[in-house]
C-alpha cells in the first residue's frame, strides 16, 4: 500500500528523550524507530554543569519571530543533562550550535504552518504513549520524570507537537519526491556483489529480553537485578525457547510477541545493542548488557546484508481498517472512538474484520476485507509497523493516529522466508531511498534556512 509507506514516523518520537551530538533531545530530522531502551532516567543522573540563570531577552528574530535566551538556556541545560559528552564541546561553540539550531526550527515550523500542516490533539496523545512504551515506563511515569527534568507537561506537548509538524513536513517536502530509479537498483547489486557496499549497514533482527531496573534502586536491588538478568541469559544460552523465556520473564509491556524488535538497518538500533552483538552469530545470545533502562538479554535472530539473496526475515500477514483524517464529517478524535467500538465487537465476536473493512476502509485494500498482504520488514513506516510488531497473531491493536487518518490492525500469521528476487530488490530500494532521504533532508534544511530572514540581537547567556 503506497500510502502507508509514506506514514508519519512516530515511532521515532523516542528520539525527543535522547541527544543527537550537539543538536538537542528534540532533534528527529533523521532518527527512525527506536528499538530497545530509549535513555529515559533510570538512575539518578550526574548533574550537569551549573548554568548561570539572566534576565529573559531576545537573541534572535527568525522572519520577524523571537528566540529567546531562556529557550537556548532550556535547550542547553536539557541538552548537558542527557548528554555529559556535551560537555567537551567548547562552551561557546556549544551555544552557538544550540542557537542555531532553534533558528532551524522556527523556520521550518514557519513553513509548516504556511503550508497548512497540522497536528491534533489525539495524535499528540499518542505520541506520549509511544515515547512511554518505548521507554517501557507507563504514560504517568513518563509525565512524572519529565517533572522531575524541570520540563512542563504542556512544554513537552508543544515539544512533541513541534517535531510531529516536523516531520510531516519533510514528508512532504522530501520523502514524497525522493526516486530510485531500476537502473540505480541494478547498480548497487552488481557494487554489493563486489563488495563495494561495506558501507551500507547490515540489516539486523533481534529478540530482547529486559529485566528493569526501577529508578533510585539501591546497589543492592541492582545487584539482584543483575543476578536474575544473567542467569535468563545462561538459561537461553542453555538451548531454553527465548520466545518462551521472554514471554515468562521479561518486564516489556509487549513481552507476548517474544522480544522481537524487527529487521531493521543496524544504525537504527542502540549502539550498545549492535555493540554487544557484533562477533555474536546468529542465533547466539549476547549480554546482559547495562542501559539506563535495566538489563537487557539479546538474541541474535537474523544479519545480512542489504537485498542479499541468502537473506532470512520474518514476514507478516496484516490487514487493516483506515478511516481518513480529511474526512469533514468526521474528526480524528471520532475516528478513534468509532475503530475503538470496532475492536470491542471484534473482541467480542460480534462482528467480522473483513466485513467491517469491507464497509467502513477507506482505502484500497477495502475491497479485499483490508487484507495487506505478507509484509517484509520495512515494508510500512514505523509508527504502523512498530504497532504491528507488537501484536501476536490474531490480536486487534488499539486504533493507530497517523497523517493520513485512523487504523485497526490485525496481525494473522508470521512466517520465517527468504526474501524473493523482486523483494531483494525492494529492500535494496528502500536503502538506498533512505540514504538519498538524509541527503536532500540536508539540503532542503539549508535552504529553508537560507530563505529565512534571521537578524542576530544580544548574545546569549548561558
Known amino acids: 500500500m503506497n500510502h502507508i509507506r ?15 551530538g550537539a543538536q538537542g533531545i528534540t532533534d528527529i530530522m533523521r532518527t527512525g524507530p527506536r528499538v530497545g531502551p530509549a535513555p529515559m532516567p533510570t538512575q539518578p543522573r550526574p548533574q550537569a554543569a551549573p548554568v548561570r540563570r539572566s534576565a529573559e531577552y ?4 527568525v ?14 541545560e536539557r541538552l548537558l543533562r542527557e548528554n555529559p559528552d556535551a560537555e567537551r564541546i567548547p562552551r561557546a561553540e556549544l551555544v552557538r550550535m544550540v542557537l542555531e539550531r532553534l533558528i532551524n526550527e522556527r523556520a521550518q515550523l514557519q513553513m509548516g504552518k504556511e503550508y497548512g500542516v497540522k497536528v491534533d490533539e489525539v495524535a499528540v496523545d499518542q505520541a506520549e504513549q509511544t515515547v512511554a512504551r518505548q521507554n517501557q515506563i507507563s504514560v504517568t511515569e513518563l509525565r512524572r520524570r519529565v517533572a522531575a527534568e524541570g520540563l512542563s507537561q504542556d512544554q513537552f506537548r508543544r515539544d512533541l507537537r513541534d517535531q510531529l509538524i516536523l516531520t510531516r513536513l519533510r514528508d512532504r517536502e522530501i520523502e514524497a519526491k525522493i526516486k530510485i530509479s531500476d537502473t540505480e537498483v541494478d547498480q548497487f547489486i552488481k557494487e554489493q556483489r563486489a563488495g563495494a557496499n561495506a558501507a551500507f549497514p547490515p540489516n539486523v533482527n533481534m529478540a530482547q529480553l ?3 531496573v526501577p529508578e533510585n534502586a539501591s546497589e543492592a536491588d541492582v545487584a539482584k537485578l543483575q543476578q536474575r538478568a544473567q542467569a535468563l541469559a545462561q538459561r537461553a544460552r542453555a538451548g531454553e525457547d527465548f520466545t518462551k523465556l521472554v514471554q515468562d520473564n521479561s518486564d516489556a509491556p509487549d513481552r507476548a510477541g517474544g522480544g522481537v524488535l524487527g529487521v531493521r538497518s543496524a544504525d537504527r538500533y542502540p549502539a550498545i545493542f549492535v555493540e554487544a552483538t557484533q562477533s555474536t552469530p546468529v542465533g547466539g545470545i549476547a549480554g546482559p548488557i547495562r542501559s539506563s533502562a535495566g538489563f537487557h538479554v539479546l538474541k541474535l535472530l537474523s544479519k545480512s546484508q542489504p537485498g542479499a539473496s541468502d537473506a532470512v526475515v520474518t514476514q507478516t500477514q496484516v490487514r ?3 478511516l481518513r483524517n480529511n474526512d469533514p464529517k468526521r474528526t ?5 472512538a468509532q475503530l475503538t467500538e470496532f475492536k470491542k ?9 473483513a466485513g467491517l473493512a469491507r464497509d467502513n476502509s477507506q482505502d484500497g485494500t477495502s475491497k479485499q476485507g483490508g487484507d495487506l498482504g505478507w509484509s517484509r520488514p520495512g515494508m510500512f513506516v514505523p509508527e504502523f509497523e512498530e504497532a504491528m510488531n507488537r501484536l501476536a497473531p490474531g490480536e486487534i491493536s488499539d486504533p493507530v493516529v497517523s497523517r493520513f487518518g485512523v487504523h485497526l490492525i490485525q496481525v494473522q500469521g508470521r512466517r520465517e522466508a527468504k526474501l524473493s528476487q523482486a523483494e ?3 529492500a535494496v530500494r528502500a536503502v538506498m531511498r533512505e540514504k538519498r532521504v538524509e541527503q536532500a533532508t540536508e539540503t532542503w534544511a539549508q535552504e529553508v534556512r537560507a530563505r529565512a530572514y534571521v537578524e542576530y540581537r544580544e548574545a546569549p547567556q548561558t
Request: charged residues 15%; aromatic residues 2%; hydrophobic residues 55%.
Open 6 to 20: 509514506s506514514l508519519l514516523t512516530l515511532a521515532c518520537l523516542a528520539a525527543l528523550t535522547a541527544t543527537a
Open 58 to 61: 531576545i537573541v534572535a528574530l
Open 63 to 76: 522572519n520577524s519571530e523571537p528566540v529567546t535566551n531562556n529557550e537556548v538556556q532550556s535547550r542547553m
Open 210 to 212: 529486559i529485566v528493569l
Open 320 to 322: 487493516h481498517i483506515l
Open 332 to 336: 480524528t478524535a471520532e475516528a478513534v
Open 345 to 353: 465487537r471484534l473482541v467480542a465476536g460480534t462482528a467480522d474484520f
Open 424 to 426: 531483494q530488490r525492494e
